[in-house]
């Protein structure tokens, strides 16, 4: 079983990576929504001040 510093240290690791997939070099997002399956749009509305941690 994972323990919580082990589980957090990977969140973050993931999150780092899809911020570099996600992000341009001035931290602009390049996907501003998702579709899903069912043809559902979702757009991202990006807050600049939210810190994960």
Same mark, same amino acid.
């Given at each position: 079983?994972?323990? /919580? %510093? %082990? *589980? ?8 780092? %990576? *899809?911020?570099?997939?996600?992000? @341009?070099? /001035? !931290?602009?997002? @390049?996907?501003? !929504? *998702?579709? %899903? ?11 600049? /001040?939210? /810190?994960?941690?």
């Amino acid at each position: 079983m994972i323990n /919580d %510093d %082990d *589980f957090q240290m990977n969140l973050l690791r993931c999150i780092n %990576d *899809f911020r570099s997939v996600l992000e @341009t070099s /001035d !931290g602009d997002w @390049t996907v501003k !929504g *998702f579709i %899903d399956v069912a043809k559902n749009i979702y757009t991202i509305s990006v807050k600049r /001040d939210i /810190d994960i941690c």
